[in-house]
């Protein structure tokens, strides 16, 4: 099996778009695909994943896992998931790495 990580410097320079192109066309080539987005931030959506990212990969993907395999931590904030992190005052920091700034 193969894997592919994809990853980039920022927030929107264009992952979840470019990882959603990549899944789609290995999905029309006959490809099995699974999709993992393992930190979310945002507003949550009102219907479907509470992530639009999520979604949007696991429509291109055809994945058939649940949202926690696919995005097992989400945080209802628009900011980076390290800065959503540090804003949420229930978060335990330890359980996702991060240091207050």
Do not use: H, W
């Not at 980039?8 to 990549?22: E, I, R, S």
């Amino acid at each position: 099996m193969k894997s592919y990580f994809i990853t980039g410097t920022d927030t929107g320079v264009g992952k979840t778009c470019f990882t959603a192109g990549l899944a789609l066309v290995m999905r029309n080539s006959g490809t099995d695909v699974g999709v993992m987005k393992p930190f979310a931030t945002g507003i949550p959506q009102k219907t479907g994943y509470q992530s639009e990212d999520v979604e949007i990969l696991v429509e291109a993907s055809g994945a058939k896992d649940g949202e926690s395999l696919v995005n097992p931590y989400f945080f209802p904030i628009p900011a980076s998931p390290y800065m959503a992190a540090n804003k949420l005052e229930n978060c335990n920091r330890r359980e996702f790495g991060a240091r207050p700034i």
